[in-house]
């Protein structure tokens, strides 16, 4: 077909229609302030958005999950341009793609709508991942790397669930140029990066499970170019996230949380959480609450104590004499349950308030139920039923608040048939459990989110590992916390200090964290909106105990700076903890920094990550920073590298903006000099058998 016309064709668009008409590419059309150009390559059909004064964006069509737009096919192009908006309708076979874009805008997006008509075409596009070029975003993820264009992902449906730990999957990207890439959420969608076509992040539509059939295959995208990563992002935020409606409760964030999940796993009993809040006590440790975590329950479901005597005979005593000693008390909760589970499953079965497949099954499975039901939080009688239980539950036991897990969508039994509009299936899961929850105040938390942005909710990154590695472990505390942000989830709670000392997966086995990787693991977590332990620093030693309180108090003495920081998110979607990058987004080195992160737009954290190391180098982005690690607090000008920062044990390296140092009344006279080291008036603890030591080392 494409052989019967033979000359090249290019169209130049200004203003004026053009005909429908077959043509041969390449072809180049006049779009907003650039270009849009079609071309024929050996491997498909590409389009090339390209502006005067932008690099340019390559992508591809996709019309069956492993190959691109073949060369043996029809075109045609119309121009659909009105005053407003450049735009352009590109059509291959059965599968149109229409390009809008604003006129005037120098900077803006491109919306991208790529339908096929039939229900069985998938549908997708291929962004070309360009050398030199970072991008960042995506799903919270197991091996958690920032940036994010080496990723691979092997044609994978794009929505929270357990597989690969994506218990966040909103469908955003950007990168280190000032481009953006954003799906419409509400799509059959699935990924692919570097796998079936290596150097490409691919997007796709196709009706298959999880998602419920539809009778058409349509991916909506959206393009930002802007002028660098900080500003695409604002863009971004204010075009597709919803801002927190509030901030979450305040002791969460200054007060570390203590659960018993780490330390105690199943085995949790009256005499364990009175034993446990009598030795943070002891310890003289801060608290917002004791979590009293799996497994409390008489059977998975019940929301009812197991009163036996050797779990909890007599929660409301518990409780009352927690609260006498100051305490808060949350307990864990999780929205299924278990066959065996029989007088509730009953009920709810009965009810029809489980998430059913399109063949009726409702049997599914999770960590803690081999044959189990999932409530229907889609369905309103559900969640009336299930928060109405929830709600005597926390009254009868003195409960105070609630930590709720799962909620990613893979747990229904697939494709699961929900309430609603099937294009939101099945995120719409995530996103009314996290809404229902939600209702039972700030001080819960999640641990998912899909659209639901909004929320004035702690969102808890997954269970860590207790490891060194990427592979979920500490380096991953800081990228999930990046990725956490740039998904408009500015209100993380990390995971327990050290990890969950999991062996193999088990419920019962522990393996303690290092003392190295416990201390290590806590400064990295200072400067994030909240700390939660569960191992404890006195099951160390004293200088274990000394340091973490050192941190701890330091936590809780930054609070205001992580309630202006959240308050920031609430008003203008500024991310809480941003990545370096954001106060100096235009200077290649601060992109691939995956080792620190901001506080706000005033602090700058650089924690040691790496077993063994006791020196680390670190990049200061653009301003005026006062090492807040060391007095005298010396001053650096941004950007700039410090190679081999002396970071001991006990040191955690941070560094305060300088006009956000005196705001905060800090000393402001001690200028460098050559002098020796004093101890900080800061709660930094530095050992005096280093000083010396340092003193050499900062100076040479
Ligand atoms: C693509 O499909 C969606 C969903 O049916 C529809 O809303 C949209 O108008 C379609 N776009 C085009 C260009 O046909
Ligand atoms: C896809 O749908 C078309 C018409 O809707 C049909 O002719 C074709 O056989 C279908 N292909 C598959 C693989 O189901
Ligand atoms: C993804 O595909 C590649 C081959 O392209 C393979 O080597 C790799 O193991 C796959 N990864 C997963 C998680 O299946
Ligand atoms: C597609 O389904 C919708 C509702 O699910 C219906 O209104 C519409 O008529 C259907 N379109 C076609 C072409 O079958
Ligand atoms: C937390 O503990 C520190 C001592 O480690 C103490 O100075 C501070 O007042 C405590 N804060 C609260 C709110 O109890
Ligand atoms: C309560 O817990 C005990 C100890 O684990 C167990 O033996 C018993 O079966 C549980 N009781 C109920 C009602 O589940
Ligand atoms: C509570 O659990 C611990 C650890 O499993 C156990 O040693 C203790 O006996 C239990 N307490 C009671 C009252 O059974
Ligand atoms: C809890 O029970 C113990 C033992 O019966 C009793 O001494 C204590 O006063 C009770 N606590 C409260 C707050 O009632
Ligand atoms: C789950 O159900 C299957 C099939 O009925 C059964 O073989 C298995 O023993 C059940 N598992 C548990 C833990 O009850
Ligand atoms: C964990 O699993 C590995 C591999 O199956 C096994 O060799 C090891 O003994 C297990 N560890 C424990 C503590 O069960
Ligand atoms: C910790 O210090 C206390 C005194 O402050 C002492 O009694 C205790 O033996 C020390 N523990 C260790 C493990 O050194
Ligand atoms: C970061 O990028 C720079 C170039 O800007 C490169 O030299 C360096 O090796 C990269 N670092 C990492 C960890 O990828």
């Known amino acids: ?241 919803t801002k927190p409606t509030d901030i979450p409760d305040e002791q969460m964030i200054a007060l570390p949380i203590w659960s018993t999940w780490a330390r105690y796993k199943v085995n949790v009993n009256d005499s364990i959480v009175r034993e446990y809040a009598q030795e943070i006590l002891d310890n003289g440790f801060n608290h917002s609450q004791v979590e009293i975590d799996d497994y409390w329950e008489t059977c998975y479901g019940s929301l009812t104590f197991n009163t036996s005597d050797s779990k909890f005979p007599d929660i409301k005593n518990l409780t009352d004499d927690l609260h006498d000693l100051g305490f808060r008390v949350t307990l864990w909760i999780h929205p299924f349950i278990n066959v065996e589970c029989d007088e509730w499953y009953a009920i709810a079965e009965s009810a029809g308030y489980f998430v059913k497949d399109e063949s009726g099954n409702m049997l599914t499975t999770w960590w803690r139920g081999e044959n189990a039901s999932l409530i229907d939080f889609t369905n309103e009688d559900a969640v009336t039923w299930f928060s109405a239980r929830l709600t005597a539950l926390k009254e009868s036991a003195g409960i105070d608040s609630f930590k709720f897990d799962a909620g990613e969508a893979s747990w229904a039994p697939e494709p699961a048939v929900l309430t609603g509009n099937i294009e939101e299936s099945p995120g719409i899961l995530t996103y009314q459990y996290t809404r229902a929850v939600a209702a039972f105040g700030t001080a819960i938390e999640v641990r998912t989110g899909w659209q639901t942005q909004d929320l004035p909710i702690f969102v808890r990154m997954l269970d860590k590992e207790t490891s060194w590695t990427i592979d979920n472990g500490l380096p991953t505390l800081i990228t999930t916390l990046l990725a956490m942000n740039l998904a408009g989830y500015g209100f993380v709670l990390p995971d327990m200090v050290g990890g969950n000392g999991y062996i193999n997966s088990s419920s019962t086995l522990t393996e303690y964290p290092s003392k190295e990787l416990f201390i290590r693991w806590l400064q990295a977590n200072t400067f994030m909106p909240s700390i939660q332990y569960s191992f404890v620093p006195w099951d160390y030693d004293n200088e274990t105990v000394e340091i973490c309180r050192t941190y701890t108090d330091l936590h809780e003495e930054y609070a205001p700076t992580i309630i202006e920081a959240m308050n920031a998110l609430v008003a203008n979607g500024t991310p809480v903890n941003p990545p370096v990058w954001w106060l100096d987004p235009k200077n290649s080195e601060a992109f691939n920094i995956s080792d620190e992160y901001l506080l706000g737009e005033v602090i700058l954290v650089a924690p040691v990550i790496e077993e063994g190391a006791v020196t680390r180098d670190i990049f200061l982005p653009s301003g005026t920073w006062r090492d807040a690690s060391y007095s005298p607090y010396q001053t650096y000008e941004g950007p700039t590298w410090i190679y081999n920062y002396p970071a001991p044990l006990e040191i955690l390296p941070y560094f305060v903006e300088a006009s956000y140092w005196e705001e905060l009344g800090k000393d402001t006279t001690s200028e460098t000099t050559s002098g020796g080291f004093t101890l900080s008036s800061s709660p930094t603890v530095l050992c005096a058998s280093v000083i010396l030591a340092l003193t050499t080392k900062l100076f040479n």
């Open 1 to 241: 077909m494409r052989g019967m016309w033979s000359s090249v064709l290019t169209l130049w668009l200004i203003g004026g229609a053009i005909s429908t008409s077959e043509i041969t590419l390449p072809l180049s059309v006049k779009f907003g302030h650039g270009l849009v150009t079609f071309s024929e390559e050996t491997n498909g059909v590409f389009y090339t958005i390209s502006e005067e004064d932008k690099p340019t964006i390559r992508s591809t069509f996709v019309t069956d999950e492993s190959s691109w737009a073949k060369s043996d096919q029809e075109y045609s192009v119309t121009d659909c341009t009105t005053d407003e908006e450049a735009c352009l309708i590109f059509v291959v076979n059965d599968v149109t793609l229409v390009l809008t874009r604003e006129v005037s805008s120098r900077v803006g997006y491109t919306h991208a709508s790529l339908n096929a008509t039939s229900d069985n075409t998938t549908v997708g596009t291929c962004l070309e991942l360009v050398d030199g070029v970072d991008w960042f975003g995506g799903p919270e993820q197991w091996t958690q790397i920032w940036p994010v264009q080496n990723d691979q992902w092997n044609y994978t449906a794009y929505y929270t669930k357990e597989d690969d730990a994506v218990a966040i999957a909103e469908p955003y990207w950007v990168s280190s140029e000032g481009t953006y890439l954003y799906a419409n959420p509400a799509t059959s969608l699935f990924i692919d990066q570097n796998h079936l076509h290596d150097g490409f992040l691919c997007l796709y539509a196709q009706n298959v499970s999880p998602y419920r059939a539809r009778n058409y295959t349509s991916l909506e995208y959206w393009i930002g170019r802007y002028d660098d990563p900080k500003t695409a992002h604002e863009a971004a935020v204010e075009k597709f996230f």
